[in-house]
């Protein structure tokens, strides 16, 4: 079945330790993005690559970085995790030019606890 | 701006019980698009519906139902006889343009047996 992958499913680091989120695809989606979502909140985008072209949202940290090396596979950097970091990280996908008027599809999500 | 109200912000009813989770939104675009997700505890957003501003028929899946009223800007989401599994965040979101997706708060709601 096409589907949305995220590894690892729990991560657990150090406060101040770099951490790294991935997530693959297997929908050919041109769109993936990146969201976090703190306990009984919604969840926020951080970013979103069309394609090769990275767009950040205004208010993402500089401390998350995200890298797409190819169609499939997308990433999420955490260079100095915070305490305030601990959080889900869900990947999605959508099929076309960004407009969020396409359906996305979410993977399961990367529980992340900083200590 | 655009924004998604979901004003029940916990449900609990008894299984085999209707429950209805309202969502409204605003929005100054005329061509737009309405969504709900299903979040069980595993933490999945799981896509149900995706209806734009100029379809206001209703739509029925199984024991899913919605209520889209551009009157009330209104895109409520109706379950029959609910079920122990159906428990989780609910969440309506709203896209227009090229604007990003933005979501309501979400409704926890819990099937008790």
């Known amino acids: 079945d096409a589907m949305v992958i995220q590894n690892p499913r729990y991560q657990v680091t150090q406060f101040g330790k770099p951490v790294t989120l991935s997530c693959s695809q297997t929908?050919?989606?041109?769109?993936m993005y990146w969201y976090q979502q703190k306990s009984s909140q919604a969840p926020k985008l951080l970013f979103h690559y069309y394609d090769k072209d990275f767009n950040n949202e205004a208010d993402t940290p500089d401390n998350f970085q995200s890298r797409r090396p190819n169609t499939s596979f997308c990433f999420l950097d955490i260079r100095s995790p915070g305490l305030g970091d601990t959080a889900m990280y869900l990947c999605a996908t959508s099929r076309g030019g960004f407009t969020s008027t396409d359906t996305q599809y979410f993977g399961p999500g990367t529980r992340l606890t900083v200590l | 701006a655009q924004k998604v109200t979901q004003a029940q912000t916990e449900i609990s009813v008894v299984e085999k019980e209707d429950v209805t989770l309202d969502c409204v939104y605003e929005?100054?675009?005329?061509?737009?698009?309405l969504f709900w997700y299903k979040q069980p505890p595993s933490g999945e957003l799981v896509f149900l519906i995706r209806?734009?501003?100029?379809?206001?028929q209703n739509e029925i899946s199984g024991r899913y139902s919605w209520n889209f009223q551009k009157s009330t800007s209104s895109f409520n989401f109706t379950i029959t006889a609910s079920q122990v599994v159906d428990s989780a965040v609910y969440f309506c979101a709203l896209s227009g343009g090229a604007q990003k997706l933005v979501f309501g708060q979400g409704t926890r709601l819990t099937i008790n047996p």
């Open positions: 209806r734009n501003s100029f379809d206001e």
């Open positions: 929908l050919n989606h041109n769109v």
């Open positions: 929005t100054r675009d005329t061509t737009y698009y």
